[in-house]
Structures are given as structure tokens and as C-alpha cells.
């Protein structure tokens, strides 16, 4: 006797296709908004309208007397109602519309085959049935196929935008595990050095080192950060160096009042006041300082840091790690209007971001 089979062993058969045809899916109006707003090929309407008046067109010499131009004017206004329920299911493509869209448009048809017969008889009604269940047929087939298409599309793009959603997330903890090790390595060692001998420094370093590390650690965490809270993690980031480097740095940050609420990957500035200190200033035995500005320039918004250091190396006129990073963050946060520069100077380096605004770049 055969064991009975197991609810994973025996497939259900979803009987309700027979009877309510459709997509199981059913989006939210979040994903819609997200995801739904390619906008309706025209190409579709230009298509439809062409072939049916070729059609009226071809058997209008082959209809009755009389009834030419009644057939040429029905076949256009159901052409055009085909067409708007067709957009409705692209706009909203859920199974109970599809059906409910079938429905009715079954019950158009039944209701015009009756005004046929009781009009013009039922030889002409035999003569019209084969014709008009063919292009019925036809226009539930591409209500359904419009409509699974539809679904499979927006379901398509939700996919894709979680992916880049997904690749925005490793990026940012990419960013995260990005902060200097040797940074925070060293900054350690010169605390413990400094209480070990009682170096009244220690106090202050620690407090911006501190500071440093809670604005820093969860801020990746963060798709975008105001230009303010970002400056703040800089300025925390300057002070733990220039307490290690002593008189060789000196730095200073210039941010114009409007520009505190710009948005920026988080750490964006960040990278390259880094990169200023690391490439720039601790190479130089003079040590330099680091002007940080942030203002605008006719349609721009412009991120300057400047110091006076070692200048531009091979390994810093290419991109590393963190600038590449930094670069494609921007991109995703602002596209084409964003951009990132390393310009040498007589001495040390600029590196500048650059973001237009939206207005300007408006095809």
C-alpha cells in the first residue's frame, strides 16, 4: 500500500486561473511609486489605430448598404475603449482589474451581437458571429498578456532598485571599514603614551577622539548626510591630528550658511580631508595647513579641500580605494551633476566637488 502523499509531494493546481485568470501578484502603492512609473509605449496606440482602419477600410466596400460607415464608426470608438482599459491595466495591473476589465468587455460584446439581431436580423448576426469573437478573443489575449507583461516588469525593476539599494549598502560599509586603521592605531598609541606620562594633551584628544568615533561609526549607515553634521566630523577628525602633529598642521574650515543642508554621501568629505592629511601634510617634514570651504558659485555648489603640502604623487593623482568610492557614491546620489577633481597646486593639492544644480541640467 502506497504511503499517502505529503502536502510538498502533491502540486496543488490553482483551479482560480480557469475562472479569474491573471497575475497573483498584487503591488502596493509604495512599489508603484517606486517602480511603476515607466510611462505607456504610444507606439501600442499608433499600432491598433493603424490596423483596425486598415481593416474598416478593406471590408467597407464588402458590408451591406448602409452599414459601412455605422461598422467603421463602432470599430473606432471600441478601438479607442480597448485602448483606455488597456492603459488602466498598465497603471494598475492587478488580477481582479484584468478580469473585471474581461467581464465587461464580454458583456459589451453580447449586448452589440443582440442590437445586431434585433436591427438587421439574425443572418447578419451568423455572418458577423465568427469575426467578432475572433477580434474579442484577440483583445482578451492582449488585456491578459499586457497585463502579466506589466507585472513582470514592475517586478523586474523593484528587483533591480533592491539590488542598488544592496550595492549602496556594501558601499557605505565598504566606507565604514575604510577609516584609517593606521588612524586610529596610532591615535591610541599617542593616548596611551600621553597617560602614561601624564601629558595634559590627553584630555583634549580624547574628547575629540571620542567625539570623532561616535559621529563616525553609525554614520555610514546613512544614505546621505547634511554638509553640517558632516563639517562637524571633520573638524572633530582635524583636531585629533593636529594634537598629534602638534604645529604642523593648522587648518581652518569656511562653510557659507545656505550650503549646511546640502546632502552628501556620508564621509565624502571626509575621504578627502583624509587623504589631505595623509598625502599632503605628514609627508611634508614642514607639515602644512588644510583650508576645508564650502560655498557657491553661480549655479554650483562647490566642496574645496586645499593644503599646502607634498602636492600631487603618482599615487595620489590616481584614484585609490577611498576616491573611487567617493566618486561612485556621488554619482548615485546626483548622477551626471556631481563631480570629483584633484587639481595640483604650487605646493600641495585641491581636490574639489562639484554639484550643479538640478534646474541647470534639465534637458
Not at 28 to 56: F, T
Not at 75 to 90: D, E, K
Not at 202 to 211: I, Q
Request: hydrophobic share 45%; glycine share 6%.
Amino acid at each position: 500500500m502506497s504511503a499517502p502523499s505529503t502536502p510538498t509531494q502533491a502540486k496543488e493546481v490553482d483551479w482560480s486561473q480557469w475562472i479569474c485568470p491573471g497575475p497573483r501578484r498584487r503591488f502596493s502603492a509604495a512599489e508603484m511609486a517606486r517602480a511603476g512609473q515607466q510611462r505607456w509605449p504610444k507606439g501600442i496606440d499608433y499600432y491598433v489605430l493603424s490596423n483596425v482602419g486598415v481593416l474598416a477600410l478593406v471590408f467597407f466596400n464588402e458590408l451591406p448598404p448602409g452599414l459601412g460607415w455605422p461598422v467603421l464608426l463602432a470599430s473606432l470608438l471600441l478601438s479607442l475603449a480597448a485602448l483606455a482599459t488597456a492603459r488602466w491595466l498598465w497603471r494598475v495591473p492587478t488580477r481582479r482589474n484584468l478580469n473585471q476589465a474581461s467581464w465587461v468587455g464580454a458583456l459589451v460584446w453580447l449586448a452589440m451581437a443582440y442590437l445586431l439581431a434585433k436591427v438587421y436580423g439574425k443572418e447578419m448576426l451568423k455572418a458577423f458571429m465568427p469575426t467578432s469573437t475572433t477580434i474579442f478573443t484577440l483583445m482578451l489575449s492582449a488585456w491578459w498578456f499586457l497585463t502579466l507583461y506589466r507585472v513582470q516588469q514592475i517586478e523586474a525593476r523593484l528587483r533591480e532598485l533592491d539590488e542598488q539599494a544592496a550595492s549602496q549598502r556594501l558601499a557605505r560599509r565598504l566606507a565604514t571599514a575604510q577609516i584609517q586603521p593606521h588612524f586610529l592605531f596610532n591615535t591610541l598609541a599617542s593616548l596611551q603614551h600621553w597617560v602614561d606620562t601624564q601629558d595634559p594633551r590627553a584630555a583634549g584628544m580624547l574628547r575629540s577622539f571620542t567625539r570623532y568615533l561616535r559621529a563616525t561609526l553609525p554614520m555610514f549607515e546613512h544614505e546621505s548626510l547634511p554638509l553640517g553634521q558632516e563639517l562637524q566630523i571633520v573638524a572633530s577628525y582635524l583636531e585629533v591630528m593636529q594634537a598629534r602633529l602638534g604645529a604642523r598642521l593648522a587648518w581652518q574650515i569656511e562653510a557659507a550658511p545656505e550650503m549646511q543642508d546640502l546632502t552628501l554621501p556620508p564621509g565624502a568629505l571626509l575621504t578627502l580631508v583624509e587623504n589631505a592629511v595623509g598625502h599632503g601634510i605628514e609627508p611634508a617634514l614642514r607639515g602644512g595647513r588644510i583650508d576645508v570651504r564650502a560655498y557657491r558659485e553661480g549655479a554650483a555648489l562647490r566642496l574645496e579641500v586645499q593644503d599646502d603640502g607634498a602636492g600631487l604623487c603618482a599615487e595620489t593623482a590616481s584614484d585609490g580605494l577611498g576616491l573611487a568610492n567617493t566618486r561612485e557614491r556621488l554619482q548615485q546620489l546626483y548622477g551626471a551633476r556631481a563631480s570629483l577633481q584633484l587639481l595640483a597646486q604650487q605646493p600641495g593639492c585641491l581636490a574639489r566637488i562639484t554639484i550643479h544644480d538640478e534646474e541647470e541640467h534639465r534637458p
